[in-house]
């Protein structure tokens, strides 16, 4: 189920424009000159696999690089909390992209295979700073085979560490500049502070509740909205009253809109919690079964079976004490 601070994170960066601009501040200058940033297209695609089991990354975008010669992809992760394995985890993400788009284009000649790069980034923001401690000291055995393991390098955007007008300063679209300064400071925010700091950013909420590019500046409000009241004990009708005031809107269509959006989303957080628990259930059940069945699983039916529906979990089901194979449990008929 997702935690109001992944729905603000993907509001905000399912967009490429929104993306982009933040992307393009953390990537290195070469890079940076080298990618046709007005190029870049989400890839919405989903990466379960072994040990990842139902988890996606956040964000996949992709774009060529400015000499027509491969393109890059970018795999995004959200962190509101210390993940000590988030360099595993990106790992994985990009070692399963790579093998998905290396099944997918099947043929094409080695030279535009290797053109294809990729690049993890993080943004991270909660109670403390984002940590990563490789090991440098303990027994020589440990600090000779660290740097020898698989990893990751990140591109880390680390809000504990960024103050409110650094982050106004940087080049970024005035929703995510709203989004990175509602991360960073609402959680942590007595409620009589949450209305000070919302006047704050009075010019930002006026931007984007003006912008024509999208989203639609009401469903952005909206989406903040959601937010404060979901980390924050500030009353609803507080807060209308100053999204009224700072928007110069009627305070009856935001108070309703609010209250309407907040109720929603609890009620489909609670539906989506009990639905991914089924089905994940069932997906380790089936699985329990196939390894029961047949020792052997192979990963793209392990991912299959992991990323399926609750209709599709129950079919495969029934299919495992007639199946031949592994494979034949998942295949479409």
């Not at 040990?51 to 956040?58: N, P, Q, V, Y």
């Not at 009353?235 to 009253?241: F, R």
């Not at 609750?310 to 004490?321: C, F, G, K, T, Y």
Request: glycine fraction near 6%; charged fraction near 25%; charge should be negative.
């Amino acid at each position: 189920m997702q935690s109001p601070h992944d729905k603000l994170f993907q509001f905000a960066f399912r967009m490429p424009r929104h993306a982009a601009a933040w992307m393009h501040g953390l990537c290195p200058t070469a890079l940076r000159a080298g990618v046709d940033w007005s190029s870049l297209q989400t890839a919405g695609e989903r990466i379960p696999g072994g040990g990842l089991r139902a988890h996606f990354a956040d964000a996949i975008f992709h774009a060529p690089f400015a000499d027509g010669r491969g393109e890059v992809w970018f795999v995004i992760e959200h962190k509101s909390y210390h993940d000590p394995s988030v360099h595993w985890q990106l790992l994985q993400y990009v070692v399963h992209l790579r093998r998905g788009l290396e099944r997918r284009r099947d043929g094409q000649d080695a030279e535009k295979e290797a053109a294809k790069s990729f690049v993890a980034l993080v943004l991270h923001h909660g109670d403390a700073g984002f940590a990563y401690d490789p090991i440098t000291s303990g027994n020589d055995l440990e600090v000779a085979i660290a740097p020898l393991q698989p990893r990751q390098e990140l591109l880390v955007d680390d809000l504990t560490q960024q103050d409110d007008h650094a982050l106004r300063a940087r080049r970024l679209t005035p929703l995510v500049t709203l989004v990175l300064l509602c991360l960073k400071n609402l959680p942590h925010l007595v409620p009589t502070r949450v209305s000070h700091a919302i006047e704050q950013w009075a010019d930002l909420m006026i931007a984007v509740d003006r912008d024509d590019d999208g989203p639609v500046g009401s469903d952005a409000i909206d989406a903040i909205g959601y937010y404060a009241l979901a980390v924050t004990e500030v009353p609803a009708t507080e807060l209308s009253l100053l999204f009224s005031r700072i928007l110069d809107r009627p305070d009856t269509t935001i108070m309703s809109t609010l209250e309407h959006t907040f109720q929603r989303g609890k009620a489909e957080g609670k539906a989506e919690g009990k639905a991914e628990g089924k089905a994940e259930g069932k997906a380790e059940t089936l699985l329990r079964l196939l390894e029961l069945r047949f020792e052997q699983v192979a990963d793209d039916v392990r991912q299959a079976v992991m990323s399926g529906s609750a209709e599709q979990l129950n079919s495969w089901i029934e299919r495992v004490l007639t199946a031949k194979q592994p494979e034949d449990v998942i295949a479409d008929k």
